[in-house]
């Protein structure tokens, strides 16, 4: 397994960006870089800690599900971030890392990602990643956060045939939708880089300023999907977010506001307001 250049991704990022990282760590391999920073100190107020590993081993998506990779075939990245004050709205943070992904794939050369409420990235309908905030210290007035993205880089024939892609077609990655590979430091380096930035616009702003993009990339909106949630299920046609980032769902009378569950899209089309 091929080590990552740590000092190629410093180089490349940001000079602002670069100044708030107090720690970063690389790993060919960890259990899970979420855990990794989890088990750590938090950082100073408006610093950051990043680990980054070119293969999970036991990787978690949203629920503790399994985040399935081989080595070499992802970037894993977690950020440690602490708030110099504690955002309103920390919960809806995820979609604004949603925006900050995407932003940094269209910089990579990747202008077709799209975002599935929550935590989803989509490319062609298929899952080429995803997003995972944790809340690490909420002692006020600070608030501290671990944010991990997952990105499928190049995908081997045993993951894509074993990965649960019932809410998609199957997942792609970012060799084949670019029909080139993008080395795991350049990536690296302009995922902080965008992320970073977010993250402090997210606390002056909140959601609001994230509403726009995340609006244009919203790949549920339109569709006819069903909610899976413990209580029960709710279908309707996904009709975007509101302000507080939960997912509403219209049926022929009511609008429901939707802040957790499992999501199957059934169908496609434009929602009208």
């Known amino acids: 397994m091929s080590s990552i250049d740590s000092a190629a991704i410093l180089e490349a990022l940001r000079p602002a960006s670069a100044s708030r990282i107090a720690r970063l760590d690389v790993f060919p391999e960890i259990e899970s870089t979420n855990s990794y920073l989890m088990a750590g100190p938090a950082p100073d107020a408006g610093m950051q800690r990043v680990a980054i590993a070119g293969h999970q081993t036991a990787g978690r998506g949203r629920g503790d599900r399994q985040w399935l990779s081989a080595p070499g075939s992802s970037l894993c990245l977690s950020i440690a971030h602490t708030f110099g004050e504690r955002p309103e709205n920390l919960s809806a943070l995820t979609l604004a890392v949603g925006v900050a992904a995407v932003h940094a794939l269209r910089d990579t050369g ?34 501290s956060v671990v944010i991990g993205i997952g990105i499928n880089l190049e995908l081997p024939p045993d993951i894509l045939e074993n990965v649960d892609s019932a809410w998609a077609q199957a997942p792609v990655d970012l060799q084949s939708t670019l029909g080139r590979s993008v080395s795991i430091e350049s990536l690296s380096a302009t995922m902080i880089n965008h992320v970073a930035e977010a993250l402090f616009t997210f606390e002056k702003q909140g959601l609001h300023a994230f509403a726009k993009s995340w609006s244009e990339r919203d790949w549920l909106r339109g569709r006819t999907i069903t909610v899976q949630q413990p209580g029960g299920s709710i279908s309707g046609t996904a009709f975007g977010i509101d302000s507080d980032g939960a997912l509403l769902v219209r049926d022929a009378t009511t609008t429901t506001r939707v802040i957790s569950g499992s999501i199957v899209a059934d169908g496609t089309g434009s929602a009208q307001s």
Not at 114 to 140: Q, Y
């Open 110 to 143: 990747l202008g077709e990602a799209m975002l599935k409420w929550p935590n989803d990235i989509v490319v062609r309908d298929g899952k080429l990643g995803g997003m995972l905030a944790e809340s690490h210290c909420t002692s006020a007035p600070n608030a």
